[in-house]
């Protein structure tokens, strides 16, 4: 049990931090020129490391020349695998508004809250020289995900810290891969045990990732995920095996003169634990491209049918409709 409370102080450190960083880190111009034309990305780069070699403007620190042929880049600042635009345990920073049609969680209100704060940040992108949309890239994410009861004063039901870090492929054709481990620690709100008498069953998931994002028609985009368990704190109620799909459609700058889109996006996701019944979450809405800190806000609409997205309740079902916010970051 301390040991427990040591890696989850660990883990609220670390998601601290990382908040910290994806805020207040700035994004290297080269990295923001990644999804655009390769050759005006490494021009700029070019002209940033001629700068280093002793013009008068300094280049990055950021950008480090690996021979002729290969760059390393630190805290690139964008990604070369794709966000899971849907998945309700992504990392990322949220505010929905829910109201739930059905819920089997005793005594719980069917109009809460779902806040999540949090992101991915890149630590390390390893590229070729002339192309810096593609190589390997190491990843740090961490999310605070926690559920708040509007029909009992905001009383906290349950909250869950994610956080992992991952390995990350990108080829220049789109095709990208992604090995990680990620780790959730489930609890149950003050609050809500005290009103209702439920204690914790001590849900706390460890597992080793395997992904795959890949191009599909123009704005359309899939990708598949395998996760295998290799430490579970209930092993009364856990299994190792979790399973993973999604689409999404993206136009980010398809509506008032590019500045903001459209999209739409829907993730599937069975876990062993729960007899393989798929978990099923739908979302669409406005994307809007904050081009200063390379991010996306979104304004959207969602839909889902599955167990809760606590994982101290993940045994109990839930079918909702939310709207809110999220922030890619």
């Not at 950021?62 to 070369?80: E, K, N, Q």
């Not at 956080?163 to 891969?177: E, K, N, P, Q, V």
Request: proline content about 4%; charged content about 20%.
């Amino acid at each position: 049990m301390d040991m427990l409370r040591v890696v989850d102080g660990f883990g609220c450190f670390c998601t601290a931090v990382l908040i910290a960083a994806l805020f207040f880190l700035p994004t290297s111009k080269a990295a923001a020129k990644e999804a655009g034309d390769s050759g005006v990305g490494q021009l700029e780069l070019n002209q940033e490391s001629e700068q280093g070699k002793g013009a008068t403007t300094p280049g990055p620190t950021h950008i480090t020349p690996m021979g002729t042929d290969w760059i390393a880049m630190f805290a690139p600042g964008t990604h070369l695998y794709p966000v899971y635009l849907a998945d309700p345990l992504q990392p990322t920073t949220a505010l929905n508004a829910v109201r739930y049609g059905d819920t089997e969680i005793p005594d719980a209100g069917e109009q809460r809250y779902v806040f999540r704060i949090g992101g991915k940040l890149g630590l390390l992108r390893i590229s070729p020289a002339d192309c810096l949309n593609r190589g390997i890239q190491l990843n740090l994410h961490g999310t605070f995900l926690g559920m708040f009861d509007r029909e009992y004063s905001l009383d906290n039901i349950g909250w869950d810290g994610l956080y992992g870090i991952d390995l990350t492929w990108r080829h220049s054709r789109g095709m990208a891969l992604k090995f990680g481990l990620n780790h959730d620690s489930s609890h149950v709100g003050d609050e809500f045990a005290e009103r209702t008498g439920i204690r914790r069953v001590d849900y706390t998931r460890q597992e080793y990732v395997l992904g795959v994002g890949f191009p599909i028609w123009q704005d359309f985009r899939g990708y598949g995920e395998a996760g295998w368990a290799f430490d579970l704190r209930n092993e009364d109620l856990q299994e190792e095996w979790r399973v993973q799909t999604g689409l999404a459609y993206v136009n980010a700058d398809c509506l008032w003169g590019g500045r903001m889109g459209l999209y739409a996006a829907l993730d599937l996701t069975a876990y062993e634990e729960s007899d393989w019944e798929p978990d099923i979450t739908a979302q669409t809405g406005l994307m809007i491209p904050v081009d200063r800190i390379n991010r996306n806000f979104r304004i959207g609409l969602e839909y889902r049918h599955g167990r809760s997205v606590i994982g101290e309740f993940s045994r109990f079902e839930e079918t909702y409709w939310a709207w809110g916010f999220w922030i890619d970051l």
